[in-house]
């Protein structure tokens, strides 16, 4: 049974989700991509042309993934959806000693719970239906270094990147009875628009002023040298076509120093490390 080439993307109007939008439309899928704003939809549709599909939902509100499902079902008529690209994210910073409990929820609710939702309610057109017109479709879920490394001044978006790591396992070892494959994808920096937004300024009365200020600085000068966009999507886009992929991929610039020395060395080294970017 031949796999669809389709795939719906969570979080399309810019950065990475945009970027493999374009790079699945380059490979001939048709892609499905979320955004917020009915003037993105226009400005995405323009721009990326007869094969893309917006669709206008925020993974927070269940009643809009609904709507989008019902959208989707009938576009494909009749056909399974071949991929799900869980991109959709948001990253609030700041000590947790000053961050008010609704800011840290709210990185969870779109990051792990918008994440469950939307896989929850395309899961019966990636295969979980009965009788399934198309072989199983698979899910990529866009995690982070950050997940694995920690970073200070980023625990929302850490506990929730982390949380995704773990759900993902454990739906991967799920959906093996329906041929689902869930495979994890663990940017580094990418290059993206992301890194021209932020403020420490709200935190200025705080004692930790001095160290986000240093750290965020160098953090972010770091990050615009990153993967290059185009690079990163082709990247995924080639996990997502590879016929035995590994269930978690870390896509980091300048690997080994950025990724496979920090997971070697013991946790104080790595506090250290900090210390002195801040």
Avoid: C
């Avoid at 947790?96 to 719970?113: D, G, M, S, W």
């Avoid at 705080?206 to 615009?224: C, L, N, P, W």
């Amino acid at each position: 049974m031949q796999k669809a080439k389709s795939i719906l993307i969570t979080g399309a109007s810019s950065g990475i989700g945009n970027g493999t939008a374009k790079e699945f439309i380059r490979r001939g899928y048709k892609v499905f991509g979320s955004v917020r704003k009915d003037e993105d939809a226009k400005r995405l549709k323009n721009e990326l042309g007869e094969n893309f599909f917006p669709l206008i939902f925020d993974v927070t509100d269940q009643a809009a993934v609904d709507r989008a499902v019902t959208e989707v079902q009938k576009l494909l008529n009749g056909q399974g959806l071949g991929g799900l690209v869980n991109n959709s994210g948001i990253s609030i910073s700041g000590p947790i000693e000053h961050l008010p409990i609704e800011k840290i929820a709210q990185n969870f609710e779109v990051n792990v719970f918008g994440l469950i939702r939307a896989t929850k309610a395309f899961l019966p057109l990636l295969g979980t239906q009965k009788n399934h017109p198309s072989a199983p479709g698979r899910i990529l879920n866009i995690s982070s270094v950050a997940g694995k490394m920690a970073p200070p001044f980023m625990a929302p978006y850490v506990g929730s990147k982390h949380a995704v790591e773990g759900i993902s396992h454990t739906l991967r070892r799920e959906l093996m009875r329906y041929g689902i494959e869930v495979i994890i994808i663990g940017p580094g920096a990418v290059q993206t628009p992301i890194w021209d937004k932020g403020s420490v300024d709200e935190y200025k009365d705080t004692a930790y002023i001095g160290s986000m200020a240093k750290f965020f600085g160098k953090f972010v000068s770091e990050g615009k040298k990153g993967l290059p966009l185009e690079e990163f999507s082709k990247q995924v886009v080639d996990i997502f076509e590879t016929q035995k992929p590994k269930t978690r991929y870390a896509l980091v610039q300048n690997k080994f120093q950025n990724w496979t020395l920090p997971r070697l060395l013991p946790d104080r080294a790595v506090d250290n490390f900090f210390k002195k970017l801040m």
